[in-house]
């Protein structure tokens, strides 16, 4: 069976100026072309949209519309979630042990969060993950984070910082260009 691509938040709310600022302006446009090929090959897929519940969250009201690179089209599963886990409070697992799944392709907002959390709790849960990094992004947030002794790192530093501790133990991690190369 092929892999399940899953795509993980990448909704309008991350447009918002709150968030700081990011690195890796391309990542819907490559999660797009994911998402187009996975189509053309009739593959498995799923979208995940977190709907928060927090007063006033970017991810709230029109925030949680899907950016139109990736929009599910009709028939497509979509689950939502509240937490940074694609796998707690949906069917996520349930759905994939139902396809067969063993092997998942990831990617979507953020890396640092519900990306990185989602790739841990699939490898915990036994699944093998490729992660596509090059379609995933990271933001700086808020420089004042109360750690007075810790510097403030950049959107790109965070983002690598994300990858290097997951590629090896919890994912393999991949560009979008090796990816489709190997896929086609």
Not at 27 to 43: F, I, K, N, S, V
Not at 116 to 121: E, F, G, P, Q, V
Not at 131 to 149: E, K, Q, R, Y
Request: hydrophobic share 40%; with cysteine.
């Amino acid at each position: 069976m092929a892999a399940t691509l899953i795509l993980i938040d990448i909704q309008s709310g991350f447009d918002a100026p709150g968030w700081g600022a990011r690195n890796n302006p391309d990542a819907e446009t490559r999660a797009g072309a994911l998402l187009a090929h996975w189509r053309t090959a009739g593959a498995p897929l799923v979208h995940i949209a977190h709907r928060s519940v927090e007063p006033g969250s970017p991810l709230s009201g029109d925030g949680v519309a899907f950016k139109p690179e990736v929009a599910p089209l009709p028939g497509e599963v979509v689950f939502e979630k509240r937490v940074n886990s694609a796998f707690i409070g949906t069917p996520l697992d349930g759905h994939l042990r139902g396809l067969g799944a063993r092997d998942l392709v990831i990617c979507g907002l953020t890396t640092p969060h519900c990306v990185s959390t989602t790739c841990r709790m699939a490898a915990n849960l036994g699944f093998s993950v490729q992660l596509v990094h090059d379609a995933c992004a990271a933001f700086s947030g808020n420089a004042d984070t109360g750690w007075s002794d810790l510097p403030p790192l950049s959107a790109e530093e965070i983002h690598v910082s994300a990858i290097s501790h997951l590629h090896g133990e919890f994912v393999d991690a991949v560009s979008t260009e090796r990816l489709l190369e190997h896929a086609s």
